[in-house]
Structures are given as structure tokens and as C-alpha cells.
Nanobody, 116 residues
Framework: QVHLVESGGGSVQAGGSLKLSCEVS????????FGWYREAPGKQREFVAD???????KYAESVKGRFTASRDNANNTAYLQMDNLMIEDTAVYYCDAYDYGTYNYWGQGTQVTVSS
């Protein structure tokens, strides 16, 4: 059975940093793509970042220059380093492990709260 677990969320003050992790277990193949999304109260889930099998991350404009996506292929784990956090970054952050048309696994989400 596939399990995808996000961790690393928490509460920080504006300007602080957090590093999220997304670990996939229960599979024998390497995850092709990792996506990061977030959902703030009263808002739709939105794209944050994406990283393919060979790196080359893509970012939403709102986080570009502040967030860094990376991955550890040997352990099927993705990371999202979040620096210079702002109040508007407050949301539940979700990891998506996918390959187009083949599989799509979501985690349970991890809460990130940024205060002034």
C-alpha cells in the first residue's frame, strides 16, 4: 500500500523559515514528479512548486525566490524549503507524487501558520 506523508509544518513568525518533507513509501519504483500545493482557509487549492525527475523546479510567482523545491531520488522524498515566509503563506500544504496518466498520490497535508 502506498503512503505519502508530509511533515515539517508548524508556526513561525513572518520572515522565518520552514522545510517541508514529503516521503513516499510502499512502492518499488522512483517517483517521477513531485508537486506542492497549498490550500488556505476559504480558498481553492493552488499550485506552489513542482519538480521533475531530473530537477529543474517550477514555482508559482507568489513564492519564486523564497521557496526551493528539491528531491532525494534514492529515498523517494521531496522537500520544500520555505524562506522569508509571509502571512499569506499560511495554508495547509500538500504533496502530490505523480506520473501523467499513471499514478497520482496525495498526502494528508501539513499546516503552515505564519504570524506577524
Amino acid at each position: 500500500q502506498v503512503h505519502l506523508v508530509e511533515s515539517g509544518g508548524g508556526s513561525v513568525q513572518a520572515g522565518g523559515s520552514l522545510k517541508l518533507s514529503c516521503e513516499v513509501s510502499g512502492i518499488t519504483f522512483r517517483i517521477n514528479n513531485f508537486g506542492w500545493y497549498r490550500e488556505a482557509p476559504g480558498k481553492q487549492r493552488e499550485f506552489v512548486a513542482d519538480i521533475g525527475p531530473f530537477g529543474a523546479p517550477k514555482y508559482a510567482e507568489s513564492v519564486k525566490g523564497r521557496f526551493t523545491a528539491s528531491r532525494d531520488n534514492a529515498n523517494n522524498t521531496a522537500y520544500l524549503q520555505m524562506d522569508n515566509l509571509m502571512i499569506e503563506d499560511t495554508a495547509v500544504y500538500y504533496c502530490d507524487a505523480y506520473d501523467y496518466g499513471t499514478y497520482n498520490y496525495w498526502g494528508q497535508g501539513t499546516q503552515v501558520t505564519v504570524s506577524s
